[in-house]
């Protein structure tokens, strides 16, 4: 019989959860639907979304990411569910602060407010796709070099150093991939709708959208590579390392429509980060 329970042999950080393969994909076919549902359902056409929308998916988002620990509790115990909360609540809390970097992005691109959803939508995909690769990786080097996780620990308090002196900036002139497609591919300055692609003089030609879009999944990736070690520090367990990552960053799209108006009231948010992961990295 399939099991969700927790084995009799555990890392230093907690039981590790057995689960069957079809868990995985079950739970993975259940994101992509929700994805799709929010996608097609409630936002087939452009319009702003409203605080009452946004207010209402992020309280979706958020309870089943509570719920799902509640799961945990009662199929796998005490201590699973423990380390599910701490890094979901992590993952949410850097996410949150990754927001800062988006209105910065969408401000330089100077993209309409009810085109952004598009772009967070698919930097959303991306996000999911970049921690799972991530996240195979950091299990794979952990089972293999156990000495990696002091690594990750000196990855965490660095980043919590840069965190706190470093202000956030961007300079998409300066990426290197964004040269390099601009270098090579036709682009345009004309928005078309929600339209990543457009057609121009008689040729299809990328929209500014689609560069946005671009370089949001450059960032992603460094998401990807501050937030895989803060979990990796609290948890072992590649179930509630990528449950609790999925769950964090599924309501992130909600959570920015709802808080786009005001991120200057968060100014200090990234300095209690930065309390949190030194405390992680040094543990």
Known sequence: MPTLAAESTSTSNGPIIEVDW???????AFVITMLLVDLKLFHRHEHEPLFRESLLWAIVW???????GVGLLVFAGGPAAGEYYAGFLIEKALSVDNMFVFVLIFS?????FMYQHQVLFFGILGALVFRGI???????LINNFEWIIYVFGAFLIWTAFRMVRNSQEVHPQNNPVLMFFERRFPT???YDGQRLFT????RRVASPLFVCLLFVE????????????????ITRDPFIVLTSNVFAILGLRALYFLLAGSMDRFHLLKYG???VLGFVGMK
């Open 188 to 190: 345009t300055t004309r």
């Open 62 to 68: 958020i309870g089943l990411g509570l719920t799902f």
């Open 273 to 275: 980060l930065a309390v």
């Open 22 to 28: 079809w868990v995985y994909a079950v739970f993975l």
């Open 134 to 140: 991530f996240i195979a990786a950091g299990v794979a």
């Open 218 to 233: 450059m960032t992603d990736i460094v998401f990807a590579v501050d937030s895989i070690p803060a979990i990796f520090a």
């Open 108 to 112: 330089y691109f100077r993209v309409p």
């Open 199 to 202: 057609i121009e003089n008689g």
